[in-house]
């Protein structure tokens, strides 16, 4: 707020505020808000994933994949087909109730119910697992597929890449399960010796006999947390706003004492 008084000197050019300083707050203005507004953003876009999960959980389930464009994200699904348990992957940094551990990926070959339709594969987000002993020792994720395999229920997803650096797995790396650093499905598609791999995962149903612990939700934080950013940096905005006017007029309008 500026004074009568701090008016008047800014009338009569008797107070300059230097222009670095002009410079400075707002930029920082603009970042602050800029900020705020894309917190917001995000939490617009988790409401919409939120309502989309909830729609899409009202159709019937889909008993076979077409194109990669025509995947329905958050669709139930109940297709026949085979698991390799023999090439698996173990996707790292993944955290469940506070403890480390793995989500476990393994190719699933889909059968077409007519025959017509080529075979395609695709990942099946089989569960989260707990690191081994040590780095070197990796879970166990073997099978035991004597019988016959029941049908793979679960949910359509296209999970996101997020931030990643450097390559999606170690070249070290001989012996399956291979840990993935994060989901490149060109390198996966590579691995596994096929064209067909389709970009998107299925989400294993938690009672189905090969699921692990069932750790996924449509989103990891709701849209609360950003709402919470964006007023956190809008208050930063108003702060940097209060202290230039308070700093630049308002201190220079108290009267000197002796």
């Known amino acids: 707020m500026v004074t009568p008084m701090a008016n008047k000197l800014l009338q009569t050019g008797k107070i300059k505020v230097p222009w670095v300083i002009v410079l400075v707050t707002v930029v920082v203005i603009l970042l602050f808000a800029r900020l705020g507004f894309w917190q917001l953003s995000r939490a617009q876009e988790k409401i919409d994933m939120l309502d ?3 729609q899409a959980a009202e159709l019937p389930a889909l008993t076979q994949l077409s194109d990669a464009g025509d995947i329905e994200v958050y669709r139930s699904v109940s297709l026949r087909g085979r698991f390799d348990f023999e090439r698996q992957f173990l996707r790292d940094n993944s955290v469940y109730n506070q403890q480390p551990g ?10 077409s119910p007519d025959g017509a339709a080529p075979v395609r594969t695709i990942l099946v987000n089989r569960g989260w697992v707990p690191l081994g002993p040590n780095r070197q020792q990796l879970p166990d994720i073997t099978e035991n597929t004597n019988n016959a395999e029941p049908p793979l229920t679960g949910l359509l997803v296209k999970p996101s890449r997020g931030f990643t650096l450097g390559e999606a797995l170690y070249e070290a790396q001989q012996q399956w399960p291979l840990v993935l650093q994060f989901l490149d499905y060109e390198t996966i598609a590579q691995r596994l010796d096929t064209m067909a791999l389709l970009p998107a995962v299925v989400v294993l149903a938690a009672e189905h006999p090969y699921s692990y612990t069932y750790a996924w939700k449509p989103v990891a934080d709701g849209p ?3 709402y919470g950013y964006a007023f ?5 905005l108003v702060a940097v706003l209060v202290l230039f006017f308070y700093l630049n007029f308002y201190k220079k309008d108290e009267p000197d004492t002796v």
Not at 102 to 111: A, D, K
Not at 232 to 236: D, G, I, K, P, V
């Open 232 to 236: 956190q940096w809008f208050a930063m």
């Open 102 to 111: 793995y989500e476990v990926l393994t190719p699933f070959r889909i059968e």
């Open 52 to 54: 989309d999960a909830a």
């Open 224 to 226: 609360e947390k950003h």
